[in-house]
């Protein structure tokens, strides 16, 4: 069970990132405390009831079988349990600086590999995010902004 709860704490820190909300966003979007989504992110000694799990859901605009990593009917791409930590330091980086990467752009990071292998520093996962916006020209790079 607290591998479960482990588990289910990345998956809402990786939500989270992904909608680059910081931890008091969702705090205040889904009227839970900061300590205790703090706690629940780092697999503390929490039970979340269905009504929390409900709440930080709905403020994630994710489901519940997101949350829970159960198999879903929609076509949406599913969060990753484990996002690498240099896409994790570049999703809060962007965060911060008020330009967050859409979800599927994140998923195509996370699943995307440069030179046979891995993307794994913040640098690697720039390179190949400027790379791919480059080439679908859905959008300028940083580079170009």
């Not at 699943?111 to 292998?117: L, S, T, V």
Request: avoid cysteine; glycine fraction near 8%.
């Amino acid at each position: 069970m607290k591998r479960d709860l482990k588990s289910l704490g990345t998956r809402v820190r990786n939500a989270r990132l992904t909608k680059g909300l910081s931890l008091t966003d969702l705090a205040e979007k889904s009227k839970i405390s900061k300590g205790y989504l703090s706690l629940l992110e780092n697999g503390g000694d929490v039970n979340p009831t269905f009504d929390v799990f409900l709440k930080i859901a709905k403020a994630l605009d994710v489901t519940l079988a997101d949350l829970l990593g159960a198999p879903k009917v929609q076509s949406r791409p599913a969060i990753i349990a484990e996002l690498p930590a240099g896409l994790r330091e570049l999703l809060e980086e962007r965060r911060r600086a008020g330009r967050p990467l859409d979800e599927e752009t994140i998923y195509g990071l996370a699943h995307a590999n440069y030179r046979g292998r891995k993307p794994q520093s913040k640098s690697d996962f720039e390179f190949v995010h400027r790379a791919l916006a480059r080439s679908t020209r859905q959008g300028k790079s940083d580079d170009d902004e």
